[in-house]
C-alpha cells in the first residue's frame, strides 16, 4: 500500500482502468467482427508515425496516431475493392509502416532513440498527457458505443442484416476503424507495438468463455482488462521485469485458467448425465 504515496504508481493505476475500458470497447467488436489482423496491421503500420514524429520533431504519438488512422482508412478502402484482397491490403500497410518508421528513426538527427518504450511499453514511465489521451479515447467511446450499442451489435455480428435495417455500415465501419487505431495508438506507451494486440483480443476471449451477448462481453472484458493490468504491474514489480510484458502474460494465465475450468465443469456435467 505505501507504493500508492508514489506518483507513477497512481498514473499506472488510472491508465490501466482507462485502457481496459478503451479495449473492453473496441477489443469485444475486433473480436466479434474477426478483426484481429487487421488490429495488428494497424498496430504495426502505427510504427510509421512514430519514426516520422521523430524524424520531424514532432510529438510521436500524434504523428501514429495520424498514420494508423490514415492507414485504417486505406485498409478498409483497399479491402472493398474487387482487385485486391483483405489481407493483402493489410500486408501493404503492415510493411509500409515498419518500413517507414525504421527508416526515418534512423535518419532522426542526433542520438538514436531508444525505440523499446514503443515497442514494448513501459506503464510505469506514462505521463498526464498520456492520461489525458486514454482518457480522451475511453470517454469518447463510452459515448459512441451509448448511442450505437445496437447499430453495433447487428454489425459486429451480421454486417448483412445491419444493412438490412437501413443501417449505413460503411460510415461505421469506417468510423470503428479510426477508433480501433486511436485506441492501439493510445495504448502504445502502456504496453508498446508488439503486444497492445493482445490487450484488445485476450480478454474479451476469456470473457466470451463465460457470456456471449455483445455488451456482457464488453463489461466482463474491461475487468478483465483491470485485473491483468494490476496483477500485471505486481508481477513487474516483484520480479523487476517490463510491465507490459508482464501484462500480457498476466492476461494468459487468466485466459487459460478460466479456459481449464471452464473444461472441467463441462467435463463433470457430462459425466453426471452419463451417470
Known amino acids: 500500500m505505501d507504493l500508492l504515496q ?8 488510472i491508465g490501466s482502468l482507462l485502457a481496459s475500458i478503451a479495449c473492453g470497447l473496441v477489443g469485444t467488436y475486433i473480436v466479434t467482427r474477426r478483426l484481429v489482423f487487421i488490429s495488428g496491421g494497424l498496430t504495426h503500420a502505427s510504427f510509421g508515425g512514430i519514426g516520422l514524429g521523430l524524424y520531424t520533431g514532432l510529438p510521436p504519438i500524434l504523428s501514429a496516431a495520424v498514420f494508423a488512422v490514415l492507414s485504417a482508412f486505406g485498409v478498409e ?27 526515418f528513426t534512423f535518419l532522426s538527427p542526433g542520438f538514436a532513440p531508444d525505440l523499446s518504450a514503443y515497442l514494448f511499453g513501459n506503464i510505469l514511465t506514462i505521463t498526464q498527457s498520456d492520461l489525458a489521451l486514454l482518457g480522451s479515447v475511453a470517454a469518447v467511446l463510452v459515448i459512441f458505443f451509448a448511442l450505437f450499442i445496437h447499430p453495433l451489435t447487428y454489425m459486429a455480428f451480421d454486417p448483412e442484416f445491419a444493412r438490412s435495417q437501413g ?91 478460466c479456459k481449464a475450468v471452464k473444461s472441467l465443469w463441462i467435463y463433470r456435467r457430462q459425466r453426471r448425465l452419463h451417470e
Open 6 to 13: 508514489y506518483t507513477f504508481i497512481q498514473h499506472a493505476l
Open 77 to 103: 478502402w483497399l479491402s472493398k475493392r474487387k482487385d485486391m484482397r483483405e489481407d493483402s491490403a493489410i500486408a501493404v500497410f503492415w510493411a509500409l509502416g515498419m518500413a517507414v518508421g525504421v527508416m
Open 167 to 257: 443501417l449505413n455500415v460503411q460510415l461505421l465501419e469506417y468510423v470503428m476503424m479510426m477508433f480501433i487505431a486511436l485506441t492501439i495508438v493510445a495504448c502504445l506507451r502502456m504496453v508498446g507495438i508488439v503486444l497492445v494486440i493482445s490487450l484488445l483480443t485476450i480478454p474479451q476471449m476469456t470473457a466470451n468463455l463465460f457470456v456471449h451477448r455483445f455488451h456482457h462481453i464488453i463489461w466482463l472484458s474491461v475487468g478483465i482488462g483491470y485485473v491483468s493490468c494490476l496483477g500485471g504491474l505486481y508481477l513487474s514489480f516483484r520480479e523487476n521485469i517490463p510491465s507490459g510484458a508482464s501484462i500480457i502474460f498476466f492476461s494468459i494465465v487468466i485466459y487459460a485458467v
